[in-house]
């Protein structure tokens, strides 16, 4: 695998980064915020969506005494994709520890539990911390089940408790090579922000993948910005990212 040193050019690379959904007014909906269209006109309706297919939830402190059960049907939905397993009971306690209010958002389908999603909630922030769904196709056009379970998120806890400030949590810094370049084009469709994480990893080289080409945030100079490997050779994946791409994009080559 090729690997390009980012020490000449004055790059770091952040290990890790932080997403966030775009800055909220309080007086704009929720759908306005979706960048992609075909998505933001099926998440408009999201409650027509819920009905068409038996989908309902419900939203409630998760106590202690339940986060066993919790983990349980989250192992189970990431054995069976072969993801690693995160969630710790420890790590629910250091949150009670850190003053966060755990919630547990759970969804329903002909009275059967489809999904789980946790997160954590301290004055106005929402951070989400893990998410186990069971498989479902796509519950309308142009619009996967995870994008749903996250749009019910957002929507409901503005509602419900003033929430104005979310995070995505965290991921790895790679796309294309360490997670798929999917991953980033749902993150930016969805109308999320990358951001740097306090006291980051940074990497002074980067990876590309069996095509050549890889993405990743970069520090040059205290600024923050998105980079791009670009391959030797056309290649779709690599500019259908740079189509649905929201931010600048500076292009390096190995």
């Known amino acids: 695998m090729n690997t390009l040193d980012l020490t000449p050019l004055h790059i770091q690379r952040p290990e890790k980064i932080s997403w966030w959904f775009s ?3 309080p007086h704009v909906p929720t759908w306005k915020y979706i960048r992609s269209k075909g998505l933001r006109k099926q998440l408009k309706n999201y ?9 309902n939830w419900e939203i ?11 983990i349980l049907f989250y192992e189970e939905q990431m054995t069976t994709l072969h993801y690693d397993l995160l969630a710790k009971k420890s790590t629910f306690q250091n949150y009670l520890q850190d003053g966060w209010d755990v919630y547990t958002i759970d969804f329903f389908q002909d009275h059967k539990v489809i999904g789980r999603m946790l997160g954590t909630v301290k004055g106005d922030v929402f951070i989400s911390r893990f998410k186990a769904t069971k498989h479902i196709d796509n519950i309308a056009k ?9 749009y019910v998120k957002i929507n409901e806890f503005r509602l419900q408790k003033n929430i104005q400030h979310f995070s995505f949590g965290k991921s790895r810094n790679l796309f294309g090579v360490v997670n798929k370049t999917g991953y980033l084009e749902y993150k930016f469709q969805f109308g999320q922000i990358a951001k740097m994480i306090e006291e980051p990893i940074l990497l002074s080289a980067a990876e590309v993948n069996e095509d050549g080409f890889a993405f990743f945030f970069g520090c040059k100079e ?11 050779i056309p290649n779709e994946k690599y500019e259908k990212v740079k ?12």
């Open 47 to 55: 409650q027509q969506i819920a009905n068409e297919n038996n989908i």
């Open 23 to 25: 800055e909220i007014d």
């Open 60 to 70: 409630r402190v998760l106590p202690e005494s339940e986060f066993d059960e919790w």
């Open 222 to 232: 205290n600024h923050f910005s998105l980079y791009a490997i670009a391959p030797k």
């Open 243 to 254: 189509k649905i791409c929201t931010v600048p994009i500076t292009e390096l080559t190995i």
């Open 142 to 150: 142009h619009c996967s089940f995870g994008a749903f379970c996250d």
